[in-house]
């Protein structure tokens, strides 16, 4: 039997998703945990991989077994987890069916605050600047145009292509503007994607790159001499979407979409 696990972690304490040598990934948490729970040894198949400090607010894997889930399983793994991962629902599908490949969207959202406050330092990303955020919108509406993310990759080589179909983009502040978000839905991600995205676009909004500058990056598919990314803890995988499975919207489990009333930024 194939079983997806619906759940949310918490990053800041892993070095990603992935299963690596000497270090602590929430794939290597999870499996340990169901291996003692089910007595048998069970592999993760995750919906995508994270970088390290990096969140899911909602994160797919499956596992194959010949033992039936019951709601008994749904406690005793909450139970046994750490406080930073928690597994939502447990449901039987398709042997067919794949955690990543049969993925259709995925929307990832970006939190930056510009005033410092301790409360947020892990779950969001501080920067002391003051950004022009229609100009940030606007350079993040021109993504709309292309299909081709090369400058934002930052190993672009090991992927298969650096094409993507992004379906939205949009970019909110708090009333006072001093709390920016990001959200952005495709078909699929490069390698750091959304980091090097992010740290472009607030070198649009502060003044230090112009909107052709950033546009001419994505045409001629060529990353900047020094690639920087954006500060992990501000990011969020926050929403699969499946053909065969209905979801609850993102908002639900991410606590930065409900700190603030969100207005949204049109570009300028």
């Not at 619906?6 to 304490?13: D, V």
């Not at 992935?18 to 340990?32: A, C, G, P, W, Y």
């Amino acid at each position: 039997m194939r079983y997806f696990f619906h759940i949310g972690y918490k990053g800041t304490e892993y070095k990603g998703w992935q299963r690596q040598n000497n270090v602590t990934s929430i794939q290597q948490v999870l499996e340990d945990n169901l291996s003692k729970l089910l007595k048998e040894k069970v592999v993760c198949i995750g919906c995508g991989r994270t970088d390290a400090g990096v969140h899911a607010s909602q994160y797919f894997f499956h596992v194959n077994t010949d033992k039936i889930w019951n709601n008994n399983h749904l406690f005793a793994v909450n139970k046994i987890l750490p406080p930073s991962i928690s597994v939502y629902d447990v449901f039987e599908v398709d042997p067919k069916i794949h955690a990543q490949t049969s993925a259709k969207e995925r929307t990832y959202d970006y939190f930056i605050h510009t005033k410092k406050i301790p409360f947020l330092n892990n779950i969001s990303s501080y920067y002391d600047i003051h950004p022009n955020a229609g100009l940030m919108s606007k350079a993040a509406s021109v993504l709309l145009k292309y299909s081709d993310f090369r400058a934002f990759c930052k190993s672009p080589d090991s992927h298969n292509h650096t094409r993507c179909d992004i379906f939205s983009i949009q970019f909110f502040s708090n009333e006072d503007q001093t709390k920016f978000r990001l959200q952005i839905t495709a078909n699929r991600f490069l390698r750091a994607m959304i980091r090097i995205l992010v740290h472009e676009l607030i070198e649009v909004g502060i003044g230090k790159k112009s909107i052709v500058e950033f546009e001419d990056m994505i045409r001629n598919k060529t990353a900047p001499k020094f690639l920087n990314l954006a500060f992990p803890q501000g990011l969020y995988l926050s929403q699969i979407a499946y053909p065969f499975h209905k979801s609850l919207a993102n908002s639900d489990y991410c606590p930065m979409t409900k700190i603030d009333q969100w207005i949204l930024i049109e570009p300028n």
